[in-house]
């Protein structure tokens, strides 16, 4: 037979290289600054709530001297100053990937590099990605907790109503996701400006009255401090000084909704100030020796008559950075699936007009029942502080590992250079996370689980794909060559355009094509006159620039039909549409199909999966949870749309996986 014809399909969405990026107009820049920080920095914004107490009324209690105040405020001031902003906000917001930032980014800027060392990497990334959702549920619960903690101290009597307040707060927030966030969302960031105003105010107001807490900028106390203490005792207070930066893997995370820049600006400009004089006021409220009611720092910076409207105001900013974290994890959790590391699970869309923000039922849900666990379970935010902890401490750790290979490969540095910058990071990442296991048992031991069932989900998902596709491939008896002698020598054919799922790319005669071909000639002994033959493939990038599509034309005759092979490529970024897409080759004749998606049949095959006759007991169980995971998941054909207006036919297979 003669060589297929085949026709590329490029999409003109991207200036040429070379070109310098537009300019964000002036308002625009507003907007999202604004934007930025009501979303990205919710998280780190509401951490003085808590994160300093444990130093001292917490995990470590450590006696509020003046040398011990100056070393603990020294070392979360040069922290914030390290880890947000050297590493997030001037390095780390470089490594964007199309635009968008996260760890599944980074998965798909390394995926290229796996033959090269960067396999490691990957897995690490799919646990990160665990902690991220173990994050997810405990800092709502750490968050909204420590804000209501305040009545405590306004009103003793209401501590016994403080679980309940809280839980009815989070029960709330989780019930009205269902609506999406585009209707509360725009007062986010005005109310967040308000917040951290409010917050660099109190810190002043302190800081005024001992202003010998500047002093603390010396790193000199910071390290003394840790040298006097003891070996538990240093541990314990690094592990819960990562609190003072937990929200800051935000600031990647959103890099493709607000932009490097907006985000930047927003730190710079406003959060970062707001948090230095905080922190700074709540030393210089130690240094006064003033009563500290109930362990409560920040509230101790609050004048009485200003008690409740404060705590108030608290509630909402940690309400605010729930949202954000909730509805990142929906994010997360959509591009897992992208990226085929996850179910394909049921994702609503909540508003017209903005794909990216959706609604996973089985994820919230999933998140508020361990919400409400945990402030059950724990009953203060003080005993949630070290699993917050060592969650946030094992996302960034993991993250600067993935910036040495990206520092490499991407920016050329050289391995002298990589090793210099992230080497030190890297190692006080890795401080944190030790200082973080010391309190395994009381805290930690909660994301490590959770991150460990996200990763063996993850694992067993990619495998059981992989698996199946193979054993799939492994029943096709035919090439493309062979299917088009057949179609070429009949004389009759199924009046119906047909259109088979392929699980393999279709470019040449040699490739092994379907095997629900197969299927549909033992059946009605006859082929379709057009038979079109659809792959999607989802490259690890998060948008498809070029390339949409592939045709390769087998056979065409304007008498006897058709056989067309057709690639579609999505990122894991994007909505799979195929439905929509193949209309509207068919309505530029690219293939042969009518215009109109319910003149066609699409036929798919149901694999009915039987595991290998000698499969060893730990391959078996992974095997049925991988059975489990699938009956969870929404057929391929859903996913890609298909059956919104065509007709679909579904064969069930007995595929044996080995």
């Known amino acids: 037979m003669n060589g297929p014809g085949i026709r590329q399909g490029v999409r003109s969405a991207v200036a040429p290289e070379g070109e310098p990026a537009a300019r964000i107009p002036r308002r625009d820049l507003a907007a999202l600054t604004i934007g930025a920080v009501g979303v990205v920095y919710g998280d780190i914004g509401t951490s003085p709530l808590y994160a300093i107490d444990q130093i001292f009324f917490g995990a470590a209690a450590v006696a509020p001297s003046r040398d011990n105040v100056l070393g603990a405020i020294s070392l979360a001031l040069w922290t914030i100053i390290l880890i947000v902003t050297f590493k997030y906000a001037l390095l780390v917001l470089r490594a964007e990937n199309d635009g968008e930032g996260g760890l599944f980014a980074l998965y798909g800027l390394l995926h290229k590099y796996k033959r090269q060392g960067t396999g490691v990497l990957l897995w690490s990334l799919m646990l990160g990605a665990g902690l991220l959702l173990a994050d997810a549920m405990i800092t709502p619960a750490i968050s909204v907790l420590s804000a209501v903690e305040g009545l405590e101290i306004a009103t003793p009597a209401l501590s016994l109503y403080i679980i309940p307040i809280t839980a009815v707060l989070l029960t709330g927030l989780f019930a009205i996701q269902f609506k999406g966030a585009s209707g509360i969302a725009v007062i986010f960031g005005p109310l967040m400006l308000v917040w951290f105003a409010v917050i660099a105010a109190l810190g002043a107001l302190a800081i005024a009255k001992q202003p010998a807490i500047f002093t603390a900028f010396n790193p000199g106390y910071g390290i003394r401090f840790l040298a006097q203490a003891g070996l538990h005792e240093t541990m314990v207070i690094v592990g819960v000084l990562v609190l003072v930066v937990t929200g800051s893997e935000a600031m990647y995370?959103?890099?493709?909704?607000?932009?490097?820049?907006?985000?930047?600006?927003?730190?710079?400009?406003?959060?970062?100030?707001?948090?230095?004089?905080?922190?700074?006021?709540?030393?210089?409220?130690?240094?006064?020796?003033?009563?500290?009611?109930?362990?409560?720092l920040f509230y101790s910076l609050v004048p009485s008559p200003l008690l409740l409207p404060i705590i108030a105001l608290a509630t909402l900013a940690t309400i605010v950075a729930s949202q954000a974290l909730i509805s990142g994890a929906f994010s997360l959790v959509s591009q897992a699936i992208g990226l085929g590391l996850l179910p394909r699970l049921d994702i609503l869309h909540t508003h017209r007009a903005h794909a990216g923000q959706i609604y996973i039922p089985v994820v919230n849900w999933g998140l508020y029942v361990g919400c409400i666990a945990l402030v059950v379970t724990f009953g203060s935010s003080s005993a949630l502080a070290s699993a917050l902890a060592l969650a946030v401490a094992g996302v960034m750790l993991i993250t600067s590992l993935a910036m040495f290979a990206i520092a490499r490969y991407y920016w050329k540095w050289s391995l002298a250079r990589t090793a210099l910058v992230w080497g030190p990071l890297t190692a006080l990442n890795g401080t944190f996370l030790l200082g973080g296991l010391v309190k395994l048992l009381e805290g930690g031991i909660v994301p490590l689980s959770l991150a460990a069932t996200a990763f063996l989900v993850m694992a067993t998902w990619r495998w059981g794909r992989k698996a199946t596709f193979a054993a799939y491939a492994a029943r096709s008896s035919l090439t493309m060559a062979e299917v088009v002698q057949l179609h070429r020598a009949s004389t009759t054919f199924i009046e119906r355009n047909a259109l088979i799922m392929a699980a393999n790319p279709l470019r040449h005669p040699d490739d092994r094509a379907p095997a629900l071909i197969s299927l549909l000639l033992e059946r009605y002994g006859i082929l379709p006159r057009n038979l079109i033959l659809v792959e999607v493939t989802h490259p690890k990038i998060p948008y498809v620039h070029n390339g949409r599509y592939h045709i390769t034309v087998f056979e065409r005759d304007k008498h006897r039909g058709s056989v067309i092979g057709v690639e579609l490529r999505f990122g894991f970024m994007e909505e799979p549409n195929v439905e929509r897409y193949l209309e509207s080759l068919a309505r530029h004749r690219e293939i042969d199909l009518p215009a109109h998606p319910k003149q066609w049949t699409v036929h798919v095959a149901h694999e009915n999966l039987l595991p290998a006759r000698h499969m060893n007991i730990l391959r078996r169980l992974r095997f049925r949870l991988f059975l489990f995971l699938r009956r969870m998941s929404r057929p391929t054909y859903y996913t890609y749309h298909l059956g919104d207006e065509v007709q679909l036919s579904a064969e069930i297979m007995p595929v044996r996986v080995r």
């Open 253 to 296: 995370a959103d890099l493709g909704h607000f932009g490097a820049r907006p985000i930047r600006i927003g730190w710079f400009a406003v959060t970062f100030p707001a948090l230095l004089l905080n922190y700074l006021g709540q030393g210089a409220q130690l240094l006064s020796g003033a009563e500290i009611a109930a362990g409560k």
